[in-house]
């Protein structure tokens, strides 16, 4: 059974730092890319970023670019996210993902994870 656990989040005032995790487990996780999403009240799930399955290429999402940072360790099936520079437009559910193929469409992404509230304070 695959299973994605994200941790991490939590409340930080604007311009803060958080870093999330997501543990892996159930699936050769170097064989996924791995994507974060999130999805605040009221609006759409929305694409954060995604790294491939050997974490030596990223993207981001124009909102979050130069402030978010995605990395992995196969070793430990691990993916982060570390956000910097937090807006209080940043508050959201985060979610990790996993797609066999690089995507940044939520529809191709075959498992996900629960979901780790952040909140921005202004």
């Known amino acids: 059974q695959v299973q994605l656990v994200e941790s991490g989040g939590g409340l930080v005032q604007a311009g803060g730092s958080l870093r999330l995790s997501c543990a892996a487990s159930?699936?050769?996780?170097?064989?996924?890319?791995m994507g974060w999403f999130r999805q605040a009240p009221g609006k759409e799930r929305e694409y954060v970023g995604r790294?491939?399955?050997?974490?030596?290429?990223?993207n981001y999402a124009d909102s979050v670019k130069g402030r978010f940072t995605i990395s992995r360790d196969n070793a430990q099936n691990t993916v982060y996210l570390q956000m910097n520079s937090l807006k209080p437009d940043d508050t959201a559910v985060y979610y990790c993902?996993?797609?066999?193929?690089?995507?940044?469409?939520?529809?191709?992404?075959?498992?996900w994870g629960q979901g780790t509230q952040v909140s921005v304070s202004s």
């Open positions: 790294i491939t399955r050997s974490g030596s290429a990223t």
């Open positions: 993902a996993a797609s066999r193929v690089l995507t940044a469409s939520p529809r191709s992404y075959d498992h």
């Open positions: 159930g699936l050769t996780f170097s064989t996924y890319v």
